[in-house]
Structures are given as C-alpha cells and as structure tokens.
C-alpha cells in the first residue's frame, strides 16, 4: 500500500494531510505496529507519483480541500474522482481530478484506492492550521488508519491499524 500525503506546510490547512500522516506514523510507533505502508510526503500530487505503482499497491491520497465545511472530513473512490464533476478542489495548481484522468491514460487504469480529504479554511502563505483544522486532526488520522484497514493493510494484532 502506498499513502501519498499532499500538501505545503507554509499554506495554513494546507499542511493538514502532511501533519496527520505524521501523526499516524508516530501512533504506529509507539503502539509497536508495522505497516504495510509506505507513506511518502508529496507536496503537490503529480502524474509521476502515480503512474509507476504496480497494480498490486492500493493507494490512499491526502489532502486538505476547498468546497466542503472545514474541518469535515470525505472519502471517495479515486475512480469516481476522475470521473466524476466538479468535486473537492485542492489549493495545488493542476486539480485532482486531472492528474487522475493523466494517471489513467498512461497506466491504462487507474490504481485501486481512494482519496481521504479533510476541509480547509486557511490556505494563506504563512498561516497556521485553523482552529477547525487543528480540532478534528484526531479524527483525520483515525479515518486514514481506517481507510488503511479497509483496504486491507493495517497489520496490528487484531486487525487494527493501530489501537487509539
């Protein structure tokens, strides 16, 4: 399984994704479980982070995003974000659901996975996470880490990700 976490730390709530797969990273740790993960930090998500995954590796996509309630946290299908209308838009220069129709054309299909996004409300340079952002990272990381079981890669004992 591959995590790609989207986002710029300079930009306020755009940094939300970035914090919350540290902060699943630093859970897993201290709670002793091994994923089956790789998480990478992506900054923008571009074509290339998707188009070489083999079509063995799920994928979860994060990223704080403009057009649903701060703080409100989705999860979608990332083929029904490529093929869908107009949805959550992210604050980086080329949209989701570009680099998702790219990513098809040039693999042929998309990787299965899905995206996890969580609402933004601050993506000035300089800003700091919102109070609304900074309320519900808990319950970010919780929806990663059940994202992650879902699709099959939690590998605490019990089946967990890990234990909150």
């Known amino acids: 399984m591959l995590v790609l976490a989207c986002g710029e730390?300079?930009?306020?709530?755009?940094?939300?994704?970035?914090?919350?797969?540290e902060q699943l990273l630093a859970r897993a740790d201290e709670a002793g479980v091994r994923f089956a993960v790789e998480i990478r930090l992506v900054g923008q998500l571009e074509?290339?982070?998707?188009?070489?995954?083999?079509?063995?590796?799920?994928?979860?996509?994060?990223?704080?995003?403009?057009g649903i309630p701060p703080g409100a946290i989705i999860h979608r299908p990332l083929a029904d974000l490529a093929s869908s209308?107009?949805?959550?838009?992210?604050?980086?220069?080329?949209?989701?659901?570009?680099?998702?129709a790219l990513v098809a054309v040039l693999r042929g299909a998309l990787p299965e996975g899905s995206f996890v996004g969580l609402g933004g409300e601050s993506f000035e340079?300089?800003?700091?996470?919102?109070?609304?952002?900074?309320?519900?990272?808990?319950?970010?990381?919780?929806a990663i880490g059940q994202e992650i079981d879902r699709?099959?890669?939690?590998?605490?004992?019990?089946?967990g990700w890990a234990p909150a």
Do not use: I, K, T, W
């Open 151 to 159: 699709l099959g890669a939690g590998s605490a004992p019990g089946g």
């Open 85 to 100: 209308g107009p949805g959550p838009r992210s604050s980086h220069v080329l949209p989701l659901r570009d680099v998702l």
């Open 47 to 66: 074509p290339d982070d998707l188009a070489g995954v083999g079509p063995e590796v799920r994928v979860v996509v994060l990223d704080a995003v403009r």
């Open 9 to 21: 730390r300079s930009r306020g709530d755009d940094a939300a994704a970035l914090v919350a797969a």
């Open 125 to 142: 340079l300089g800003a700091a996470l919102s109070p609304a952002v900074r309320q519900v990272l808990p319950a970010y990381v919780e």
